[in-house]
C-alpha cells in the first residue's frame, strides 16, 4: 500500500489490522503451514476444504447466489450461518485487499465485510496454492448483470452511475484511489428509488492522506471507459435497453461526481447580510445525505464577504436519524423515505406536539413492523424489509389513484406481494447463466485439478491472539 505518510493517516484505519502486505516484488518464500487470519472467530471456518482449490470445492458447500465477472476463481460459501465470498488469488494480493478493506471498513465507508485472508494453503500431496480472501456476502445485493437480467426500469443504467458517482466521491474523500473503477467491481443494493454502491474489489486501490486532483481525474476518465465498455456489452447480449446511449451515460458518470464533489467541497462567498444562506447551504448537504461537522468561517481580503467552507463528515444523515428513532439500519434513501411516512403518521394521529421518539415506537408498532411481516418466506432473502415497505407504499399510491380513493394498507400489500414482487425472483437458470459468463472472465483458474484427497483433517488447530480476533494455524 503507497501511502505519502502513513503517520498522517486516521488512527481508525492505521489500528485496523494486524495484517501487513509485503512488496509484491519481494521474493519471500510461501507459509509452509495453513494460517488463516480472521476478523471473525467463525469456527466453521476450520473445517472448509483449504487443502482443494477453490474451482473444485464440494457444491453442498456453495451457495448458488449470482457472481459478478472477476479475473480469479470466486465462490459463495456457507460457513455455519454465514454466507462468505471466497476469492483465490496470490498471497500478496489477498493479504493487501484484506488490509485495505480493514482500513476502509474503519472509517465507515460503503465496502464488503473482509473476514479472513487465508495462506499457507497445500493440497494432501503437497503442492501450494493460492491464498483466499474472505469477505461476508453482502446481503441483498447484486452484480450490475444480474440486476440487468430483470425486468427493471428504463433508467436502470443512469440509477446505477448516481450510485457509482456517491461511492467515487465518499472514496476520494477519505483519501483512496481506486485505480480500477468498473461496475463489475460494485456491488448494487436497492435504496428506494435509487440503488447504493458497495466497493468490492480494491486490488488495485491505494489509500492517502488526500488525494490529488490528478488521482480523482484519472478514476473518473477510467471509470468512464469501462462503463461505456460494460453497457456495450450488456447492449450486444440485448440486456440493454435499446434506447440507452452507452457513451451518454458514462459522460454521466462524470457529471454526477462532479457535481457532488464541489457540492461538498466549494468555498462560498457570501455578503455580511447574506449569512441565511449558510443555513441553506447545510441544508443542501442534509439533503444529498451528508452531515456537516464544522464550518470554516473567514473574512475575504477586501473585508466586505465572508468565504464559507463546510467540513463534511460523512453521508448517512437520514439513515443515522431513522436508527436513532427506531433501531432500524437501512440505506439512506429508504431511511428518508421511512422518516417522511413516520411524519404522515405523526399527522395524521395528531401528535405533533409528542416527542418524536415516541410517535415512533407506536409507528414501529402499528406500521412498519405489520406490513414487513407479510413479505412471502420465499421472498425474504431477496428484499430488504426496509425496501419491501417503500415500494408497498408507491403501490398504495397508485393504487389509491388508479380507485380515486385511499387504499388500505392491507390490501396494498396483497396487490404487491401479487403483481409486482415477483419481479425480485432470480431463477436457477438465470444465476447459473450469469455464473457461467462470471467465470468465463477468469484468467488464473484450472478447471482440471486432481481431486486430492476425499476428506479434510481440521484437527491441531491453536488459536492465538490477534487485534483482528484469530489467527489459526497447523
Known amino acids: 500500500m503507497e501511502v505519502n505518510d502513513l503517520s498522517q493517516l486516521d488512527p481508525r484505519a492505521l489500528k485496523a489490522t494486524s495484517v501487513k502486505a509485503e512488496d509484491a516484488s519481494a521474493e519471500t518464500p510461501e507459509p509452509q503451514a ?43 460459501v456457507h460457513v455455519g450461518d454465514e454466507v462468505y465470498a471466497m476469492k483465490e488469488i496470490t ?16 472509517l465507515d465507508l460503503p465496502t464488503v465485510q473482509p473476514i479472513a485472508v487465508v495462506t499457507g494453503r497445500h493440497t494432501h500431496d503437497g503442492e501450494p496454492l493460492e491464498a483466499i480472501l474472505v469477505t461476508k456476502h453482502l446481503k441483498f445485493s447484486l452484480p450490475y448483470r444480474a440486476l440487468f437480467a430483470r425486468n427493471l426500469r428504463p433508467d436502470t443504467a443512469e440509477r446505477l452511475i448516481d450510485a457509482l458517482a456517491v461511492l467515487m466521491v465518499r472514496l476520494h ?22 440503488f447504493s454502491a458497495f466497493l468490492v474489489d480494491a486490488e488495485t486501490g491505494d489509500l492517502h492522506v488526500n488525494l490529488t486532483e490528478g488521482q480523482r481525474e484519472y478514476d473518473i476518465d477510467l471509470a468512464r471507459t469501462n462503463i461505456i465498455g460494460e453497457l456495450m456489452d450488456l447492449s450486444s447480449g440485448r440486456l440493454l435497453p435499446s434506447d440507452v446511449d452507452e457513451i451518454e451515460v458514462g459522460n454521466r458518470l462524470a457529471d ?41 468561517m473567514k473574512t475575504a481580503e477586501d473585508g466586505k464577504r465572508v468565504l464559507v467552507r463546510p467540513r463534511v463528515v460523512d453521508a448517512g444523515y437520514a439513515s443515522r436519524k431513522l436508527l436513532r428513532l427506531t433501531g432500524l439500519d437501512v440505506q ?3 431511511a428518508r423515505r421511512l422518516l417522511n411516512d413516520l411524519d404522515a403518521y405523526r399527522a395524521s394521529t395528531w401528535r405533533e406536539g409528542e416527542e418524536l421518539e415516541i410517535v415512533a415506537t407506536d409507528w414501529m408498532r402499528e ?18 424489509p426496509a425496501q419491501f415497505f417503500h415500494e408497498v407504499l408507491d403501490h398504495r399510491w397508485f393504487l389509491a389513484e388508479k ?13 404487491y406481494i401479487e403483481n409486482v414482487l415477483p419481479q425480485y425472483k432470480l431463477d436457477k437458470k438465470d444465476v447459473d447463466a450469469l455464473n457461467a459468463e462470471a467465470d468465463s472472465g477468469v484468467v488464473d483458474d484450472e478447471y482440471t485439478y486432481n481431486e ?19 489467527v489459526w494455524a497447523h
Open 367 to 384: 406500521v412498519y413492523e405489520p406490513t414487513v411481516r407479510m413479505i412471502p418466506r420465499e421472498y425474504r432473502s431477496q428484499i430488504e
Open 332 to 334: 439512506e434513501n429508504q
Open 452 to 470: 486430492a484427497g476425499s476428506s479434510y483433517d481440521d484437527d491441531g488447530y491453536n488459536p492465538d491472539d490477534d487485534p483482528d480476533a484469530a
Open 173 to 194: 474523500l477519505a483519501g483512496f484511489y481506486w485505480g480500477d473503477v468498473s461496475l463489475s467491481n460494485v456491488l448494487f443494493l436497492r435504496d428506494a428509488d435509487a
Open 91 to 106: 498471497r500478496q494480493v489477498a493479504e493487501r485487499e484484506y488490509e485495505l478493506l480493514r482500513r476502509l471498513q474503519k
Open 34 to 76: 495453513l494460517k488463516i487470519t480472521a476478523a471473525s472467530s467463525n469456527p466453521k471456518m476450520f473445517t472448509l476444504p483449504w487443502e482443494k482449490p477453490l474451482a473444485t470445492w464440494p457444491a453442498e458447500l456453495l451457495a448458488n447466489l449470482p457472481r459478478g465477472i472477476s479475473r480469479h476463481v470466486v465462490r459463495f
Open 403 to 415: 380507485a380515486g380513493h385511499d387504499v388500505p394498507m392491507a390490501e396494498a400489500v396483497k396487490s
Open 256 to 296: 454526477r461526481y462532479h457535481s457532488l464533489w464541489s457540492a461538498l467541497t466549494d468555498t462560498d462567498k457570501f455578503n455580511p447580510d447574506e449569512m441565511w444562506k449558510i443555513e441553506k447551504r447545510v441544508n443542501k448537504l442534509n439533503e444529498l445525505g451528508f452531515d456537516v461537522d464544522e464550518l470554516e
